[in-house]
């Protein structure tokens, strides 16, 4: 395959997703008086159970610390998180969910089951799997490239 037809589509990949995604974020984000921001941090809490702290959010996300603390705060001012000082080194707050936070959940799971069948439309399993491999590979590729710099 020609390398700009390639770059093409993998830039047309990422911008019209993320145009997908990014209205569901808007629309729920409207709905509950929160930013786009909040909504994705949120959402990013509940699928990343392992993601506990505004530490893991910033490095695994890419974020600012900055913009991390401040949707963060305005989420726990909205009482859709608590924080809780870490046992295990109280340096670092616990993200706590609460219950607030359930109807949001359950709006971005309709959202994003919506868009996964948009894009999903005409592909086998099989597909999905060989795609997922792929992704999974230039991802590895992308990481090891991070971190040679």
Known sequence: ???DILLEKIIYLNANS????????????KKYNLTKSEVFILS??????????SCNIVKKHNFSKAHVSQVINSLKEKRYIDLNTDSLDKRYQKIELLTKS???FKDL?????KNLKIIKKGLTKDDMSTFINIIDRIINNLKEN????
Do not use: G, Y
């Open 44 to 53: 990013i809490i509940e699928h990343n159970p392992n993601t506990l702290k």
């Open 109 to 113: 799971e309709e959202s994003f089951a």
């Open 18 to 29: 993320k145009k997908l995604f990014d209205k569901s974020l808007k629309d729920i984000a």
């Open 102 to 104: 359930k109807d949001i």
């Open 146 to 149: 991070e971190e040679e710099k």
């Open 1 to 3: 395959m020609n390398k």
